[in-house]
């Protein structure tokens, strides 16, 4: 069969991908920024595509022609600077069923339980108004509603569960005796894939029978982790809201931290299935026990919440070092004067701050994250040769001041590492 899979790109996504093209079938993959995915996985057709922008039926036309399922793994928590909820979860899923009404393909629809505590915020009020415009579409579909997905990579919520899990000494968590239904992603490749043969149809939760607590969750990774036993330290929820707010600042920066205030809403009642559904699932501590952890999941635990101070410490380096030169120009630029006449050292002054301003807000936009880190490096080369060049004895000064331009170099080495999200 020929199926498209929206968000191939993604934790989900590329599992369903994968699944699908072992089984046989000829995988068209669409995404935000398929090039990487390309190279890991050059068995699928890949599109470029953002969801947000495809509102109308003429906008899919193309893509499902000749397909027979169109499976959608796309998704995203909160409004923000890299997404739009109504967009990307209703108004583009509302015209993707208008256009395939033709067609009919089989539509499998990754959503999420959609009542509860948080079923009135945008994130599950887009994915519920797309879920029962699929019911009532009359094409043939399913709608799956998994609980927390595991695996053996890792995204959102189960990216901060390993975080939290490699704290240091203890175990800081917010809602720790919240319940907590899990299963493995390759359930839902299999639910898909059975969907796909024919099995499959209508409206179904999937999690596997135990409930875990978030403390038990997280104590389980750890020990999946290699790492002793802590003590659990449960905080009053209002103790995180500064955090929460930060988050969300960050989301409309097009940062996707799970810390944001729809994640912490959904967490305060837990994740549940409304009940039995028939279909088997793979309990956290056989997802874990199937796939080990090695060093490099560690690592990934380790610096998933020091990536934020990274970046937010970099961007306040920079913008320092371009403000405090501004309040005291003329001393600024008397480094310049033997070189150069006073009205161009201070102009060279003054740019050399506005450019520092610049990299040290332009690091905290996330589309613009890494060219801003690009461009750190750049400079603090030119103002290393520069300043070696023309006045040596910095190197010597007691102050560092071009001594300390090296550890910042090497922790914009380190942003640029882990600035990928997937």
């Not at 996330?366 to 030119?382: E, K």
């Amino acid at each position: 069969m020929n199926i498209l899979i929206l968000g191939a790109t993604g934790f989900i996504g590329s599992v369903v991908a994968a699944r699908l093209v072992a089984d046989g079938h000829a995988v068209t993959g669409l995404g935000r920024n398929p090039a990487r995915a390309r190279l890991k996985q050059p068995a699928i057709d890949w599109r470029q595509a953002d969801l947000s922008r495809m509102t109308k039926p003429q906008d899919w036309k193309d893509l499902l022609k000749d397909q027979h399922a169109v499976v959608n793994c796309a998704g995203a928590l909160q409004d923000g600077l890299s997404d739009d909820l109504a967009a990307t979860q209703a108004d583009a899923m509302l015209a993707l069923y208008a256009a395939a009404t033709r067609s009919r393909p089989l539509i499998v629809q990754i959503s999420a339980r959609t009542t509860g505590a948080a079923g009135a915020l945008p994130f599950l009020a887009t994915k519920r108004r797309a879920d029962e415009a699929l019911a009532a579409s009359g094409l043939p579909h399913l709608i799956l509603r998994p609980a927390l997905v595991l695996g053996r990579n890792a995204h959102g919520g189960s990216s901060l569960v390993r975080a939290l899990a490699a704290f240091p000494l203890a175990l800081p968590l917010v809602h720790a005796e919240s319940p907590v239904e899990t299963l493995s992603v390759d359930d839902v490749a299999e639910a898909v894939s059975r969907a796909v043969a024919g099995g499959l149809r209508g409206d179904i939760d999937l999690a596997a029978g135990e409930v875990l607590t978030l403390a038990e969750l997280v104590s389980l990774h750890r020990q999946w982790l290699g790492l002793p036993p802590a003590r659990v330290f449960s905080l009053a929820p209002w103790l995180t809201r500064p955090v929460t707010w930060l988050a969300d600042m960050a989301g409309l920066l097009g940062w996707r931290s799970p810390l944001r205030s729809t994640a912490m809403t959904v967490m305060s009642e837990g994740i549940r299935s409304k009940g039995e559904s028939g279909l088997a699932a793979t309990s956290a501590a056989a997802t874990l026990a199937a796939n080990p952890s090695g060093v490099q999941d560690l690592w990934f635990a380790r610096l998933y919440l020091l990536k934020p101070l990274v970046i937010s410490g970099l961007s306040a380096f920079w913008l320092l070092s371009g403000l405090i030169p501004l309040l005291s120009m003329e001393r600024a630029s008397a480094h310049f004067l033997p070189f150069m006449p006073e009205a161009a050292a201070t102009a060279l002054t003054l740019a050399t701050c506005l450019i520092d301003l610049a990299l040290g807000a332009a690091v905290l936009v996330r589309p613009l994250a890494r060219r801003a880190l690009l461009g750190m490096l750049a400079v603090s080369s030119a103002y290393l040769s520069g300043g070696t060049l023309l006045e040596p004895a910095l190197w010597l000064d007691p102050l560092g001041p071009l001594v300390k331009v090296l550890p910042s170099l090497l922790l914009t080495l380190t942003a640029l590492a882990t600035l990928d999200e997937r």
